[in-house]
């Protein structure tokens, strides 16, 4: 009788015991998340560190994917890019293949506003702003809209911790995105794994207005440069368009002092690059422009600039 009795005591202390370890396992998985929230992880992302400025070789690879994959694109592009603070400036200069090279977009990314646009169509020798209604178009035939180029400010959109798990070896807080009421920016949500750790971007996961999964972003082949980590290659494949831009990052230097002259609106269609460095033509070459009243009936969706005053 007493061992029978023990046994049941013994049987009920290894059911107590156990439960009580697996309680105590989802609790303190509970506190790890409820230490922080989604704003938190992603103001943690918006403050890393990632150099004053950075210039960059970029080598683009345009895909089809699926039933209609075939011979792949590619793009030579110079990336520039220039901290203000709060404010960011961006020139992406096309250098190859003929049919896109010297065309040239400048963006000034500024927190709680709509960004500016500006692309330079050296064809038409044409300064077009690019307005908020069409941020949502693809870049150039990538896969990255003009949104996606930028970044928002943390407490633009609303942030959801939905739990801590791995991805690639690196445990990542993963964490929805949506925008905030009456607010558009071309989906309804996204998905981002973000490394618990470096606080980089491991993944992102885009959904369409419907809710349906349409578009992944991986960066991808990380190194620390100059102190800071850096994805040397990025994908961003869309499903829906069964395409793919693949970006290959070369000669990636940050905090290289440069001039604020090349983030100027003026002087987009100025920009060159020729052995290996990057210059703004002399005033006496550079292209005349065509008063924007002239210019105006080509198209309602596109404002120009007025002509550079001389100096």
């Known amino acids: 009788m007493r061992c029978y009795k023990m046994f049941f005591a013994f049987r009920h202390f290894v059911f107590f015991s156990t439960f009580l370890l697996l309680f105590l396992n989802q609790a303190a998985m509970a506190e790890k998340i409820g230490l922080v929230d989604g704003l ?27 039933k209609r994959a075939g011979k792949p694109r590619h793009l030579d592009v110079r990336w520039l890019k220039k901290d203000y603070g709060k404010e960011d ?10 049919y ?5 977009l400048l963006m000034e990314i500024k927190p709680y506003v709509d960004d500016n646009r500006w692309l330079y169509i050296p064809d038409n020798n044409l300064i077009a702003e690019i307005k908020a209604r069409d941020q949502h178009t693809n870049f150039m035939g990538t896969d990255f809209t003009y949104y996606d180029l930028a970044e928002r400010e943390p407490d633009e959109e609303n942030h959801k911790l939905l739990k801590i798990e791995e991805l690639n070896n690196r445990l990542c807080y993963v964490v929805e995105t949506k925008p905030k009421e009456n607010v558009d920016d071309g989906y309804s949500k996204k998905i ?17 207005k419907a809710g349906r999964f349409v578009k992944q972003f991986d960066p991808a082949k990380w190194e620390k440069i100059d102190g800071i980590w850096t994805a040397r290659q990025l994908v961003m494949e869309d499903f829906s368009r069964e395409h793919k ?24 269609d100025c920009i060159q690059y020729k052995g290996g ?6 005033f006496d070459q550079r292209p005349t422009r065509v008063r924007a ?3 105006k009936k080509s198209s309602r969706r596109r404002k120009y600039l007025p002509p550079q005053k001389k100096e």
Do not use: H
Not at 44 to 66: H, I, Q
Not at 100 to 104: F, L, R, Y
């Open 277 to 282: 460095k990057f210059s703004l033509l002399p």
């Open 192 to 208: 981002s794994w973000v490394d618990k750790e470096r606080f980089t971007k491991m993944r992102i996961k885009y959904y369409n």
């Open 100 to 104: 896109v090279a010297g065309a040239t």
């Open 89 to 98: 400036k961006l020139v992406i200069n096309f250098i190859g293949p003929d």
């Open 40 to 66: 938190w992880v992603m103001k943690k992302v918006e403050d890393r560190y990632e150099g004053d400025d950075v210039k960059e070789d970029m080598y683009l690879t345009l895909d089809r994917t699926g």
């Open 245 to 268: 831009t693949t970006i290959d990052r070369k000669n990636i230097r940050y905090n290289q002092k440069i001039a604020a002259e090349y983030f100027l609106p003026y002087n987009i």
């Open 293 to 295: 009243e002239k210019r």
